[in-house]
């Protein structure tokens, strides 16, 4: 067995995905920080009285604001400037259709702070805590629907699981370096480990992720389970579980007759690892996801996360919930 590590210090040696990998990364950080400042700077513009025109709920086919979700929740409104009315768009990405139809509730027509750009008045944003005042604000809704949860029993084992799905994910990637290099750089043993390894991962997994969807429309799943995890845990889902199909073709196009017998070539070893990466990858999400949110002892009524002094939840506004002692 070739032992040596499979990615040399050189970078004009390391395999094209590596870089592909990188530039998910680092777009997964510039996003939010991009995002960041832009608010920044918009709240230190002066702010005007507007009022919300319209709302709107759309299932768009491609955006970066639906990245975090299923639906996109549109607030329209206008405002005026020394005499000349100016309007803008607020734009809210969601998980599913019942979020975000309950996000725009009772919202046409309500005043709401807009701060605009004193050099340019046509340019203005909405910001967070202005939607929250103005959530707050609204009357509660006349029936709440509660989303599914984990059962109590299952939540001790799920930082086990998540902890298996991480190595798993580890030697799956580590396998996969040293594969597309053209070495082998575990044992044998470990090629039929990690097949049996997925299968231990995934159903719990699984388990966990249809208390969370619940009867919600199946087309949302990955948009259910991971609304509470982080953006860079869902590009990691979305990243793999694509670079698993492309892996297959290019896998299939270079398989040996026969499959390799009990001894299988770097080939087989790359074909095999890109799809342990993606199962590994997609376990270690949606368990993630459901602990974080299973240790909050306070939640909205949507099951968000609540803040420890949350009274209403910034994205659904929804008031919070909490346990009774």
């Not at 006349?142 to 699981?161: D, I």
């Not at 580590?174 to 995934?202: K, Q």
């Not at 993630?288 to 299973?294: E, F, N, V």
Request: a positive charge.
């Amino acid at each position: 067995m070739n032992s040596r590590f499979p990615i040399g210090w050189n970078p004009t040696t390391w395999p094209w995905m590596f870089y592909v990998w990188l530039a998910i990364v680092v777009a997964g950080r510039l996003l939010p920080f991009w995002r960041w400042l832009q608010r920044r700077r918009a709240s230190e513009w002066p702010v005007a009285q507007g009022h919300i025109q319209s709302v709107e709920v759309v299932k768009p086919q491609f955006s970066l604001i639906a990245a975090r979700g299923s639906y996109v929740a549109k607030l329209a409104y206008f405002y005026s400037i020394a005499g000349t009315v100016y309007s803008g768009q607020y734009k809210r990405g969601l998980a599913t259709k019942r979020e975000a139809e309950e996000f725009v509730r009772d919202l046409t027509e309500k005043p709401i702070a807009v701060h605009y750009n004193s050099n340019a008045p046509s340019r203005s944003a909405v910001l967070a805590p202005d939607v929250e005042d103005l959530l707050q604000r609204r009357a509660l809704a006349t029936s709440f629907a509660t989303e599914n949860s984990v059962p109590e029993w299952v939540r001790p084992f799920l930082w086990f699981f998540i902890c298996l799905s991480a190595i798993g994910f580890v030697l799956s990637l580590w396998v996969h370096f040293g594969a597309v290099m053209g070495r082998r750089v575990v044992p044998e043993s470990f090629f039929w480990m990690l097949h049996v390894g997925i299968f231990v991962v995934w159903f719990p997994a699984v388990f966990v992720g249809q208390r969370i969807v619940g009867n919600m429309n199946r087309k949302d799943f990955w948009k259910v389970v991971l609304k509470g995890s982080h953006d860079f845990l869902r590009y990691m889902v979305y990243a793999f579980g694509g670079y698993a199909a492309i892996n297959f073709f290019l896998f299939m196009s270079k398989a040996p007759n026969g499959g390799g017998g009990a001894n299988p070539p770097a080939v087989v070893w790359r074909g095999f690892s890109g799809h342990w990466m993606a199962f590994y990858a997609a376990a270690f999400a949606i368990l993630y996801s459901a602990a974080q949110t299973s240790n909050t002892t306070a939640r909205y009524i949507n099951g968000h996360v609540a803040s420890e002094n949350g009274v209403y939840c910034t994205r659904c506004g929804q008031p919070v919930v909490r346990p009774i002692n």
